[in-house]
């Protein structure tokens, strides 16, 4: 089988790795790919946010399969133009991946299909955010977050009414996340450890990944603003095998259901970033793709090979019941520019990869890297 993993973040290094590895694969192609995956795939140039230029690499790479790493072509609609030309992609359809690139509509699509989640309130106007952060309904801390995607920094805990109205401000006046912010949810603040869940879905079955814990506040001790995330862990002790049942019950199958209820089965990784409250599960959110840092974590704890089971999602024929899951523990730490996720130095170089590469136990993902001077 040929793969063609979309993408140049470390999520997709991670992809590369892992089928690269496998003994079904017969090559794969990482487009535009980094440093990194040259090491694991071909490289070829792309534009990621062009659907058409996505579906014209995998016709002339004849791809078997295409995997699609980052958000944008899904939200883009890639996986409808490569089902209109008959091409075999893992990834939901413009349609389904609304659960993620508008929080609007998964929030009500969760209202609509009895899963768990914070309350929330849509606003349109700044206005109308402004006097749902300060009526007292959601109290404080409270969750302020850009309808959109915003590369996963668009949202804002603030801790009381000044810092919530700044948020509010920068989001839908001063256009901090572009359109993406023109409209914002204003949420109740859930409280307890996080979890992530991600699953492998067909439209009508679901195959759980090891879990893992994302952190997402740039310094340490779990300050500084939200980023796209620091660093995680794998599995997370936290989600028992009774949990991942609950979870798998109260909210994966109620969505798959809820998807193809209306029209847009779904099919691809489906990742719940979940808070665990006094009261059970709750959603803070999905993603439409795996987590990033997260893969990086969980994929090597995957010990059977991934690529059939992918493909068997995508065609909608999923029949495996679970993967075998290494007993080790991973932590992934990420190692970022100064200023991130603010504005940050690129073009410095890195040292010191080839001797961490080296070290026993020791796995080294790029995320937007090149290759200069060899």
Same mark, same amino acid.
């Given at each position: 089988?040929? +793969?063609?993993?979309?993408?140049?973040?470390?999520?997709?290094?991670?992809?590369?790795?892992?089928?690269?590895?496998?003994?079904?694969?017969?090559?794969?192609?990482? =487009? $535009?790919?980094?440093?990194?995956?040259?090491?694991?795939?071909?490289? #070829?140039?792309?534009?990621?946010?062009?659907? =058409?230029? +996505?579906?014209?690499?995998?016709? =002339?790479?004849?791809?078997?399969?295409?995997?699609?790493? $980052?958000e944008l072509p899904l939200a883009l609609g890639v996986q409808d133009l490569f089902t209109a030309r008959g091409l075999l992609l893992f990834g939901p359809t413009q349609m389904a991946a609304q659960l993620e690139s508008s929080k609007?509509?998964?929030?009500?699509?969760?209202?609509?299909?009895?899963?768990?989640?914070?309350?929330?309130?849509?606003?349109?106007?700044?206005?109308?955010?402004?006097?749902?952060?300060?009526?007292?309904?959601?109290?404080?801390? +409270?969750?302020?977050?850009?309808?959109?995607?915003?590369?996963?920094?668009?949202?804002?805990?603030?801790?009381?009414?000044?810092? %919530?109205?700044?948020?509010?401000?920068?989001?839908?006046?001063?256009?901090?996340?572009?359109?993406?912010?023109?409209?914002?949810?204003?949420?109740?603040?859930?409280?307890?450890?996080?979890?992530?869940?991600?699953?492998?879905?067909?439209?009508?079955?679901?195959?759980?990944?090891?879990? %893992?814990?994302?952190?997402?506040?740039?310094?340490?001790?779990?300050?500084?603003?939200?980023?796209?995330?620091?660093? =995680?862990?794998? $599995?997370?002790?936290?989600?028992?095998?009774?949990?991942?049942?609950?979870?798998? #019950?109260?909210?994966?199958?109620? +969505?798959?259901?809820?998807?193809?209820?209306?029209?847009?089965?779904?099919?691809?990784?489906?990742?719940?970033?979940?808070?665990?409250?006094v009261e059970g599960p709750q959603v803070i959110e999905f993603n439409v793709r795996l987590g990033d840092p997260e893969a990086q974590v969980v994929l090597p704890m995957v010990e059977d090979e991934l690529a059939p089971v992918l493909?068997?999602?995508?065609?909608?024929?999923?029949?495996?019941?679970?993967?075998?899951?290494?007993?080790?523990?991973?932590?992934?730490?990420?190692?970022?520019?100064?200023?991130?996720?603010?504005?940050?130095?690129?073009?410095?170089?890195?040292?010191?990869?080839?001797?961490?590469?080296?070290?026993?136990?020791?796995?080294?993902?790029?995320?937007?890297?090149?290759?200069?001077?060899?």
């Open positions: 089988m040929k +793969v063609l993993v979309v993408g140049s973040g470390a999520r997709e290094h991670a992809l590369a790795w892992k089928l690269g590895r496998e003994r079904g694969v017969t090559e794969v192609v990482c =487009a $535009p790919g980094n440093a990194g995956t040259r090491q694991q795939a071909c490289a #070829r140039s792309l534009d990621v946010s062009d659907p =058409a230029a +996505v579906l014209a690499l995998a016709e =002339a790479e004849t791809a078997d399969l295409t995997v699609v790493g $980052p609007s509509f998964s929030k009500n699509f969760m209202v609509r299909h009895g899963v768990p989640t914070a309350r929330f309130r849509v606003c349109d106007t700044p206005e109308a955010a402004i006097e749902a952060v300060s009526c007292g309904e959601f109290g404080f801390p +409270v969750v302020i977050k850009a309808d959109g995607l915003a590369a996963g920094k668009g949202v804002t805990v603030a801790p009381d009414r000044a810092a %919530a109205e700044l948020a509010v401000r920068e989001a839908m006046i001063a256009d901090r996340f572009g359109s993406a912010g023109r409209r914002v949810l204003i949420e109740r603040c859930l409280v307890g450890p996080e979890a992530s869940f991600f699953a492998i879905c067909d439209g009508r079955r679901a195959l759980a990944l090891p879990t %893992a814990q994302d952190h997402k506040r740039a310094y340490d001790g779990d300050k500084g603003p939200n980023t796209g995330g620091m660093g =995680a862990f794998a $599995p997370n002790p936290l989600v028992t095998p009774d949990l991942e049942r609950r979870i798998q #019950r109260e909210i994966i199958d109620p +969505v798959l259901d809820g998807m193809s209820a209306e029209g847009h089965p779904y099919r691809g990784f489906l990742y719940v970033g979940l808070m665990l409250t493909e068997a999602a995508a065609r909608g024929t999923l029949e495996t019941a679970s993967l075998a899951r290494s007993s080790d523990c991973y932590v992934g730490i990420v190692l970022a520019s100064g200023g991130y996720p603010g504005s940050y130095q690129t073009g410095a170089q890195i040292e010191g990869l080839e001797a961490a590469s080296v070290c026993e136990d020791v796995l080294v993902f790029h995320a937007g890297t090149e290759l200069r001077d060899g």
